[in-house]
């Protein structure tokens, strides 16, 4: 059974930074993408960035794009921990962040990688608080 557990969320003052972790269990042997998705209140979710476990591939929305950084660490063995680094946080990125999973890598390229449909596993979310 795949499981997504998040950590990392928190309060930060805007141009501050947070990493968020996710750490994936149940996929086996299996290549498999992993993505963060954000909803901020009265918002839709939406796509942040992704990775894939086949070779690194890694995407990102560009509102996000040099100043968030995924990255994955599997540690030796089978299940990975993805993170998020995010530097230079600005007022709309406040929302809940979410881990996705789902498996393949194949569809990367074919299709929109933040396709929301395209994901089967998610986490349960951890709150992104920009304030000063």
């Known amino acids: 059974q795949v499981q997504l557990v998040e950590s990392g969320g928190g309060l930060v003052q805007p141009g501050g930074s947070l990493r968020l972790s996710c750490a994936a269990s149940?996929?086996?042997?299996?290549?498999?993408?992993m993505g963060w998705f954000r909803q901020a209140p009265g918002k839709e979710r939406e796509g942040v960035s992704c990775?894939?476990?086949?070779?690194?591939?890694?995407?990102?929305?560009d509102s996000v794009k040099d100043r968030f950084a995924i990255s994955g660490d599997n540690a030796g063995g089978t299940n990975w921990t993805v993170y998020l680094q995010m530097n230079n946080l600005k007022s709309e990125d406040p929302a809940v962040y979410y881990c996705?999973?789902?498996?393949?890598?194949?569809?990367?390229?074919?299709?929109?990688?933040?396709?929301?449909?395209?994901?089967?596993?998610w986490g349960q979310g951890t709150q992104v608080t920009v304030s000063s």
């Open positions: 996705a999973a789902t498996y393949g890598t194949d569809w990367l390229t074919i299709k929109n990688p933040f396709d929301l449909s395209s994901y089967d596993f």
């Open positions: 149940g996929f086996g042997l299996n290549y498999y993408t």
């Open positions: 990775i894939s476990s086949t070779d690194g591939s890694k995407y990102y929305v």
